[in-house]
């Protein structure tokens, strides 16, 4: 790898370090604080003159002050007359405002793919978008990164018999159906409707045999847990033996950790795109590092080698 600097926003550094613990590689240096008027501050501590340099960002709360700290990092950057700047965003922000479904509501998910390009950004890595639509809103290269073959590898060491994969809506049903098929399992659709915008999700009934069998549910991400442990509280009502879920990106906010606890998930798998705080980590949920994936991909873009192979 040459002429290569990787740079870690604050909330990043932990998986920042382990990126560059892969690629043998030091993490670049940079001053990050706030002046007394709110204002952030960034300033680059060593040359980034015709490298190519990687700037990561973690998205937990609070998001906006996340994004306004990528933003001036890439500015920064771009005037220390860095020769290519990629961002890396494990996960990407405001990813569900991803359409226009609603009468004068905003495409959110297209204004932060415009503002990076903008701001200097040549390139986006990330993981597992809410809508894979999200990469064509760039003008800019975006690749992304599947967690899928991490989360089936884990679930395929712990051996689990009469396994049967659960789609939480029609929606997700397609995601599912790969799962069953890497697994040789069959395949349940829960039937859940939304009441508006609460993030709060119905599910009414199992499309489905789930008596007596250990459900897996995957999905791209839990945010505030209400679909996740109303589909696990619905498949115990059906006679599901244990229930477990899968989800790349672990936002749990608001009340998902209570919701977990009391819910009938036996096990909770994500992985750190966001930061799961200590606070978080109750029994039921397990945290895999997604960063030597990440790593990978960066040694790839860097050595203009494919990423198409990097699962093999």
């Not at 760039?138 to 992304?144: G, V």
């Not at 069959?186 to 119905?202: F, Q």
């Not at 250990?214 to 505030?224: H, L, S, Y």
Request: proline content about 4%; charged content about 25%; glycine content about 4%.
């Amino acid at each position: 790898m040459e002429n290569i600097k990787i740079f870690a926003c604050k909330s990043a550094e932990s998986f920042t370090k382990e990126i560059c613990d892969h690629l043998g590689l030091p993490l670049g240096q940079m001053d990050s604080f706030k002046f007394k008027n709110d204002n952030n501050f960034i300033q680059i501590k060593e040359t980034v003159r015709e490298q190519d340099v990687y700037i990561v960002q973690t998205v937990q709360p609070p998001v906006n002050e996340r994004i306004m700290e990528l933003l001036i990092t890439i500015d920064a950057v771009k005037r220390a007359s860095a020769a290519r700047i990629n961002v890396v965003l494990p996960y990407f922000p405001y990813s569900r405002s991803d359409k226009k479904d609603q009468p004068r509501v905003p495409v959110t998910a297209k204004l932060i793919a415009s503002i990076l390009e903008a701001a200097g950004a040549n390139r986006v890595l990330t993981c597992d978008l809410h809508n894979p639509a999200i990469q064509a809103y760039f003008n800019i290269n975006c690749d992304k990164l599947q967690a899928q073959y991490l989360l089936r590898t884990y679930f395929k060491d712990k051996k689990i018999e009469d396994m049967v994969i659960v789609a939480t809506d029609a929606g997700s049903s397609k995601k599912a159906y790969k799962y069953a098929e890497f697994f040789n399992c069959p395949i349940a659709l829960v039937d859940k409707r939304r009441t508006g915008n609460d993030d709060k999700a119905i599910a009414t009934t199992i499309i489905g045999d789930v008596e007596g069998k250990n459900a897996i549910i995957f999905d791209d991400e839990v945010d505030t847990a209400g679909s996740l442990t109303e589909t696990a509280n619905l498949l115990e009502k059906f006679g599901a033996k244990k229930i477990y879920a899968g989800c790349t990106h672990g936002v749990l906010s608001g009340p998902a950790i209570e919701r977990i606890a009391k819910s009938a998930i036996s096990e909770l798998v994500v992985t750190n795109t966001i930061p799961v705080t200590q606070e978080k980590r109750i029994d039921k949920i397990t945290v895999l590092s997604i960063a030597g994936l990440f790593a990978e991909a960066i040694k790839r873009i860097n050595e203009a080698k494919p990423l198409g192979t990097i699962y093999e």
